[in-house]
């Protein structure tokens, strides 16, 4: 038996062990769940949509099936670097072209509900990275990294926040941002909320700078997240696989987290 | 009429009516209208002794007997005739078909004309006849409420009845008053008395009129045969000479009701044309739908001055025996109303009288009859007036 | 003097619903000329246009002169009750269901003698004024109104079989997001709806106005997203059943021209609101109310789209919006087929140029959400089918009338600034 033969059969046998929790970090896909609103007279996010086909009657006597629809940043999503214009001519940056091993990978889970819950325009900071390192070790290379919020536990008008002014959420600026791409090497970065910007992020500088620098630089954004309180700091392994939508600036997608339950 | 022919009309010298057939009514029947015009026909070979061979004349009225017409019934009834038409004024068909057939046979166009009418009444016959009655009923009556002629002819009696001081226990002698000629006549679907009290407490249909004011839709057929005298002697057939007749589609159309019919057009005509005078009509049949056209012809045919027929009526029994015998076998109102035999029932009554065939009804000495029709409500009136006098044979 | 209309009860759950029967439909292709105009509320009738005679019931000459030149021409409303009955019998289940009934003649000031309907508190032989609607069937008829306003005046039990008054019925207006969604439940509050229940798309977004809705009288705030199917389905599984009048006051409006647009992302939009939304409102309410429209003095009745007139003919300015609203309209034109038989009438409000953001940059004279709202309910009291509102709307609908062809030219004229 080859090393990495070993490899896959004790994480097949911890598998079916219930050693490995399979943890859904996934929203249901519901026509109501809210999306990014942009000022009208952009373009729009397509909600989410289904349409019957047929229900085991008279347009199909013995099945049942419906056409969905909707937008490639609909419900929790995957964002492709081409997603913004800081990406767009970076090789293998559509959900079709990047690379598969991308999709597979560690974990670092980075709790910032407190102060979310305290200031709904938290904004992570290379200095809260900092302090998180301190207690966890440092990020690993070409780690995913989530920002837990527990905005995912708000539902309706309290998810998306939005006022006069705009939304107010919670997310990272852009120092945090460019640590983490240019000191930590991430491979991604999560959030819960509705995009991976903070609600308030027009006003950065750079206006946007999780979509911007993180997709300037060839990462990945997760967004919609939810049940992060149940992944732990470090240590789990994030699968996020987007649908290979040709040229796809991102698509809808199940996201697992495996955790391991044996004590450490 | 600024350019119309002003030529004297001609009579109908030796032209007579004869063979009065009445085929017992019922309320509904299954049978289609053939059925009706195809007994009325060979009854008309019981009464005069005529085969198919020797009619050369048809003359039909009938609102049932879709898909067919006149043309499509020849060959039914083997009849080869020389003249053929199809009358569709509905209660004045019956002397309409009277004239038109007497100028056929005194042109030499036919010999012996037979004129039939009759319908079918279907449970639903009658609905359906009506919603389907004419254009103008369907844009402009039926939709305001489909009381069918019951709501035009209140309309009628409301106004008729507010200008001219008629009352309701006018219309209501006239009703019982042809109730009690119908107990005499076997053939009346009407065989109980009606009383006086009955009628004013009756229920009202749609006001002012009555139940009683109401003919009964029904079943049946009528006919009679229409030849020159020389005809009538040589096959040894009772007849009536016709003396006169009139006919008027339209008149006064723009009376905002119709208060009054065709018939005051040319009633002098009639007279005149007739050699006789109202004072010498014996029995007098008008078309009966409701007592309010009864009093309106008893006016508009000169029997009383327009707005009298309330003290007309008062004068006069109206029963065959009485004064002013008036639609002695009843009438539609207690006889029922057989769809286009309606518009024949009193012509044929009236032959009846003049040919010594009444029986328990029959007018003593009846000379010389009236006979009137008015037909089809085409919106809110009655379009068609018509009317004939007859004469015993001698 | 008419009784005011009261409460109606709770509905007896043994009972079963009353189906809805018909007053006479059918109708002469010349008659159709006066149900059309009824359908705007107008008393129309043939006039010779070389005699000046006016005919009735409808012809193809003049009956006086023979001329074929008939025209229909707007009449005086007055006239004088020469005879009246009151049926208390009819062949037809429809008034049989509502005898008594009063019908009389009327000597129109405009010349012919008609037979109408009668308001309960005309007197005998009184003067009257004749309005047309069309009534349960659809089509035109006359019914004679005291000369003088009465007390109670609409709640009259003929003249409500031409009306589809809000009074104490149960409206849906399908998007409160807006200025006009908004003034739509407060008309129907002022109109004395019992219930207006209120659609609300997408309650994570906020949206002004919200309190002030929710503070109306009757309004009852529901989830509804007319762009989704399983939100339409779910409240009709909820409401449909005691809906009466559903106000279609969902729009999505967006200026540009078919070449202006990159792709079909905003015009499926268009769609997706403007005729989707519809069909979707139509194959989920549609059916109920169908079946409820001879459901007591709160049966269903009308069911109100607000158009752009735009929908008659299309004005490049707002290309891709108006296509979507011309499918709204036919939409409306199958729905009013579909529903001929049930007594619901489909009314097509058509508004000329609306205050509010989409058209900010048109020029005056516009439609205030406000005054929009207002004439529905003056539209559903009068029972009236098409109106046409505002100037622009006004003049565009005529020029429709006169020739769709050329109009399309015309507008074809007309830029934007």
């Known amino acids: 038996m080859s090393k990495s033969n070993r490899l896959l059969n004790e994480l097949g046998t911890a598998l079916l062990a219930g050693d490995i929790d399979t943890v859904d970090l996934t929203h249901t896909l519901d026509p109501d769940f809210p999306v990014m609103i942009l000022p009208p007279e952009f373009g729009q996010c397509a909600r989410f949509r289904v349409e019957e086909v047929s229900r085991y009657d008279d347009r199909g006597p013995a099945w049942y099936w419906r056409n969905f629809s909707c937008g490639e940043h609909t419900g929790t999503h995957f964002d492709a670097p081409v997603h913004w214009i800081s990406g767009k001519d970076l090789p293998d940056a559509a959900v079709d072209s990047i690379p598969p091993e991308a999709f597979v990978g560690p974990v670092c889970v980075l709790d910032c509900s407190r102060e979310s819950a305290a200031d709904e325009d938290f904004l992570l900071t290379p200095e809260f990275i900092e302090a998180w390192e301190s207690k966890h070790d440092t990020i690993p290379e070409q780690s995913w990294v989530l920002m837990r919020t527990d905005w995912s536990r708000r539902s309706g008008a309290e998810y998306l926040n939005m006022r006069e002014d705009g939304a107010h959420t919670p997310g990272p600026n852009s120092d945090a941002m460019q640590f983490l791409i240019d000191e930590r090497n991430i491979r991604g970065f999560g959030t819960e909320t509705v995009g991976t910007d903070a609600g308030q992020a027009t006003h950065l500088s750079p206006p946007y700078p999780a979509h911007y620098l993180l997709h300037g630089a060839n990462r990945y954004g997760l967004q919609c997240l939810a049940n992060l309180d149940k992944v732990p700091p470090t240590g789990a392994i994030l699968v996020c696989p987007p649908l290979k939508i040709k040229h796809g600036s991102g698509s809808p997608l199940r996201v697992l987290a495996l955790v391991d339950r044996r004590p450490a | 009429m600024s350019i119309g022919d002003k030529r004297q009309r001609q009579a109908y010298d030796g032209i007579v009516v004869a063979a009065p057939v009445s085929v017992p009514y019922e309320r509904y029947s299954p049978e289609p209208a053939h059925w009706w015009l195809a007994r009325a026909l060979s009854g008309l070979g019981s009464a005069s002794g005529v085969s198919p061979s020797d009619v050369d004349g048809l003359c039909v009225s009938s609102f049932t007997l879709f898909p067919d017409t006149a043309v499509g019934l020849t060959q039914h009834f083997g009849l080869t005739p020389r003249w053929l038409d199809h009358i569709p004024t509905g209660g004045a068909s019956g002397v309409i078909a009277l004239r038109k057939a007497a100028r056929a046979v005194q042109s030499g166009d036919a010999g012996i004309v037979a004129c039939i009418a009759g319908d079918t009444n279907h449970v639903d016959s009658f609905r359906a006849m009506l919603t389907s009655f004419s254009r103008f009923s369907q844009d402009a009556s039926y939709p305001y409420g489909s009381g069918g002629p019951n709501g035009s002819f209140a309309l009628m009696t409301q106004d008729y009845m507010h200008q001219y001081g008629v009352q309701k226990k006018h219309f209501g002698k006239l009703c019982v008053a042809q109730r009690s000629n119908a107990l005499h006549y076997p053939d009346a679907l009407m065989k109980t008395p009606l009383t006086m009290e009955q009628y004013m407490s009756a229920r009202q249909i749609a006001d002012p009129i009555v139940l009683f004011d109401c003919v009964m839709p029904c079943a049946g057929a009528e006919a009679f045969l229409v030849m020159h005298e020389d005809q009538a002697k040589d096959m040894k057939l009772p007849f009536a000479r016709i003396l006169s007749t009139i006919e008027r589609h339209n008149a006064y159309p723009d009376d905002p009701v119709q208060t009054r019919g065709g018939w005051s057009l040319d009633k002098d005509e009639l007279w005149e044309q007739s050699g006789v005078t109202p004072a010498d009509v014996s029995l007098l049949q008008t078309y009966d739908d409701y007592p309010v056209v009864i009093a309106m012809q008893f006016e508009d045919l000169g029997f009383c001055e327009k707005g009298d027929a309330g003290a007309f009526i008062a004068e006069h029994t109206f029963t065959f025996d009485g004064s002013f015998p008036h639609n002695t076998s009843g009438g539609q109102l207690s006889v029922g109303q057989a769809g286009a035999a309606g518009g024949y029932l009193g012509l044929v009554e009236a032959i009846r009288q003049l040919t010594g065939a009444a029986q328990q009804n029959a007018v003593a000495d009846a000379e010389i009859a009236a006979v009137s029709g008015f037909g089809m409500i085409n919106f809110d009136r009655g379009l068609c007036s018509a009317a004939a006098i007859l004469a015993r044979q001698e | ?417």
């Not at chain 3, 007197?123 to 659809?138: C, F, L, M, P």
């Not at chain 3, 908004?182 to 129907?188: E, F």
């Open chain 3, 1 to 417: 003097m008419v009784e005011p209309l009261k409460k109606p009860p709770k509905k007896n759950p043994q009972k079963r619903t009353v189906l809805p029967t018909l007053p006479p439909f059918a109708r002469s292709r010349r008659a159709l000329a006066f149900t059309a105009a009824a359908a705007e509320g107008r008393f129309v009738l043939q006039r010779c246009a070389d005699c000046e005679s006016v005919c009735y019931p409808a012809r193809e000459i003049c009956p006086k002169c023979w001329s074929p030149a008939l025209r229909w021409d707007d009449m005086p409303d007055g006239g004088q009750m020469i005879a009246e009955t009151t049926l208390r019998t009819s062949i037809n289940t429809y008034f049989r269901e509502r005898m008594p009934w009063r019908i009389g003649t009327v000597q129109l000031d405009a010349g012919p003698s008609v037979l109408a309907h009668i308001h309960g508190d005309v007197n005998e032989r009184s003067r009257v004024r004749v309005i047309a609607r069309t009534d349960k069937s659809g089509q035109g008829v006359m019914i004679a109104l005291p000369e003088k306003e009465t007390p109670n005046m609409a709640d009259d039990r003929q003249l409500r079989t031409l009306t589809c008054d809000p009074k104490f019925r149960r409206v849906l207006i399908t998007d409160g997001r807006t200025e006009l969604g908004q003034a739509a439940a407060k008309a129907m509050v002022d109109a004395g709806a019992s219930i207006i229940f209120v659609g609300i798309a997408e309650s994570w977004r906020p949206y002004p106005g919200k309190e002030a809705l929710g503070a109306l009288p009757g309004v009852e705030i529901l989830p509804l997203d007319i762009t989704d199917t399983i939100s339409v389905q779910e409240l009709a599984g909820e409401i449909g059943g005691k809906t009466d009048i559903l106000i279609n006051t969902a729009e999505h409006v967006r200026p540009g021209a078919s070449m202006e647009r990159d792709g079909v992302v905003t015009a499926r939009d268009e769609m997706e609101v403007n005729y989707f939304g519809l069909l979707r409102l139509i194959q989920a309410f549609g059916p109920g109310m169908r079946a409820r429209g001879a459901d007591g003095d709160n049966s269903a009745c009308a069911w109100v789209n607000l158009l752009s007139v735009y929908a008659l003919s299309n004005w490049s300015a707002y290309g891709t919006t108006s296509a979507s609203q011309a499918a709204a309209y036919s939409l409306s034109q199958c729905l009013r087929a579909e529903m001929a038989g049930s007594g619901v009438k489909v009314v097509n409000i058509l508004f000329g140029p609306l205050d509010e953001s989409w058209r900010q940059p048109l020029p005056p004279p516009k439609v205030t959400p406000e005054r929009l709202a207002r004439t529905v309910a003056e539209t559903l009291q009068q029972g009236i089918e098409t109106v046409a509102l505002g100037p622009v709307a006004e003049d565009v609908m005529r020029r429709f009338k006169e020739d769709p062809l050329v109009l399309e030219r015309e507008l074809s004229q007309i830029q934007l600034g």
